[in-house]
């Protein structure tokens, strides 16, 4: 008898916690999450938009002129190369790998298009899809290199900075490769019709828009943060990382091609040192938009703001 009745004293006492936790979970559904400032104001981008307020607000005191909107506009096309670099290069640091060859691939892509334009005797048109390709291909080999190979990606692209720099200097020497027709030069001042927006603009924002679909809003890019948050433990969930990590860095090839392209455009001449030092400012611009340098975190806008 005592020890039923001790029991039922137990059940009784169970069914009056569970109804309490259960009347308790309407009033935790009813609160409100965080309020959105104090979240912005947390996030890694939060110091990168803070910059970029305090950068205007001390050009315009320093200059009446600074805040014309056709200057800041037309300012935005020497950094297209950049920013356009720099947002294949935000998922590859994100997935916690590094390219310092794109600067290289950029030079070797614009210096073997105007080769096989000048003096192989290709229309330009196919000698741009060959360069773009040649592009895609470094990006392939850095890949393979580091995936393949088990190497690191900081040694695997510090030697093809190194390899893709100096096989663009033996195909083009030390001189300079211009004259291209007039449709594929000063890409730097088309605008949208009837604005002062650059045409390279809008075309930067659309791949930022790309982008930051494909890293926030599909099953790939979750990949891609799974990759850079712990590899091993995403491999051994079934994540493909070495697919995932080639992809990224063909992707970085192919853009670092499109980016010599609008380069050769802008300045009207190919030559073997073209963006030298330009995967400096890269990282630096993804660093500094809030992507961790070791991995797992970063966003896209942050990267667009740096």
């Known amino acids: 008898m ?3 009745d001790a029991r039922g004293a137990i059940g009784l ?9 259960t009347a308790a979970l309407p009033a935790i559904a009813d609160v409100p999450p965080p309020p959105l400032l104090p979240r912005l104001l947390g996030s890694r981008e939060a110091m990168t938009v803070g910059l970029l307020i305090v950068a205007f607000v001390a050009g315009a005191l320093l200059s009446p002129y600074f805040l014309d909107a056709a200057y800041l506009l037309s300012a935005t096309s020497l950094y297209m190369e950049i920013g356009i670099i720099a947002l294949p290069m935000t998922l590859i640091i994100i997935a ?3 390219d310092l060859s794109v600067a290289s691939t950029l030079a070797l892509v614009a210096s073997a298009t105007a080769v096989l334009w000048s003096q192989v005797g290709l ?3 196919a000698a741009i899809v060959c360069g773009l390709a040649l592009g895609a291909l470094c990006g392939a080999l850095n890949g393979a290199l580091i995936v393949g190979l088990g190497l690191p990606s900081l040694t695997v692209t510090l030697g093809t900075l190194a390899l893709y720099r100096g096989i663009a200097q033996i195909l083009i020497g030390d001189h300079s490769i211009g004259g291209f027709p007039s449709w594929a030069v000063g890409i730097d001042t088309w605008r949208v019709p009837g604005s ?4 390279t603009l809008v075309f930067f924002l659309l791949l ?8 926030h ?12 948050a712990n590899r091993e433990a995403a491999r051994y969930a079934g994540v493909a990382t070495g697919r995932v990590r080639l992809i990224l860095f063909v992707l970085s090839g192919f ?23 330009l995967e400096l400012d890269v990282i630096t611009a993804v660093v500094l938009g809030g992507t961790d340098i070791f991995g797992g975190r970063g966003s896209i806008f942050g990267t667009v703001v740096a």
């Open 96 to 98: 916690g790998d590094i």
């Open 196 to 199: 002062p927006i650059p045409v």
């Open 255 to 277: 853009l670092a091609g499109l980016a010599g392209m609008i380069m050769t455009s802008r300045l009207g001449v190919a030559r073997f040192d073209l963006a030298n030092g």
């Open 2 to 4: 005592k020890a039923n």
């Open 217 to 228: 809003r599909t099953v790939f890019g979750r990949l891609i943060y799974a990759t850079g």
């Open 123 to 125: 229309p330009l048109p």
């Open 13 to 21: 006492e169970t069914e009056a916690v569970a109804g309490a936790a």
């Open 208 to 215: 930022a828009l790309g982008f930051g679909l494909l890293l």
